[in-house]
């Protein structure tokens, strides 16, 4: 499954949300599976001790550097988002232009 531009992705274990802002040929994984596209009927675990744990970060901008696909997390969980075997890295916010 490619990751595409556009598309809300979900894991079921940690309720993380994500958009997709760039996509790619890679998978998008969270707690050791594939995210599954959002969609209605969708089997979420329930919330277990682990969710106390930080994870993805509401907001923030993860991405791969090996295929180049970037996700924003539109809900916080506490699951490690991978892609391509490798933890997904966080972009830090760009720094604004000084104004000189
Ligand atoms: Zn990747
Ligand atoms: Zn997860």
Redesign the pocket.
Known sequence: MNVQIGKRYVCTKCATELIATRG?????LCCGQPLELKQAGLKMDPPGEAQRKTGSVLGKRYR??????EVLCTKAGYGELS??D?P?SVQDPKPLPSSD
Request: net charge neutral; with cysteine.
């Open positions: 790619g040929e890679g998978q998008l791969c550097a090996a295929c180049g696909i892609s391509c490798k997904m």
